[in-house]
Nanobody, 124 residues
């Protein structure tokens, strides 16, 4: 399984970005995909997850109301739409995949495969 994250960049506070995660596996029916982020000197932080089948979603408190995770089954791609960005959202964002449909798995060790990360920088 290969995951390719893209869409990061530099944006002013209050702005928006959409991250994409393209997956190499055709059949993800029993998988969930999540987004994590890691700021300098900090641990991986869970952001959001979506089940490939059914589309159930789960968000960290910091993401609720601002971020939306979605998936496009035909394109094998998961998106993270980020609105009302804040400087504290600055981090490298990673997509990750795990076997199973539970979306409330928030620990990085619970995910089996990881993408390479994309930098998001929010200026004040």
């Amino acid at each position: 399984v290969q995951l390719q994250a893209s869409g990061g960049g530099l944006v002013q506070a209050g702005g928006s970005l959409r991250l994409s995660c393209a997956a190499s596996v055709r059949t993800f029916s029993s998988w969930s995909l999540g987004w994590f982020r890691q700021a300098p000197g900090k641990e991986h932080e869970f952001v959001a997850a979506v089940s490939w089948s059914g589309g159930a979603t789960y968000y960290a408190d910091s993401a609720k109301g601002r971020f939306t995770i979605s998936r496009d089954n035909a394109k094998n791609t998961v998106y993270l739409q980020m609105n009302s960005l804040k400087p504290e959202d600055t981090a490298i964002y990673y997509c990750a995949a795990r076997r199973g449909l539970r979306v409330d798995k928030t620990q990085s060790g619970q995910y089996d495969y990881w993408g390479q990360g994309t930098q998001v920088t929010v200026s004040s």
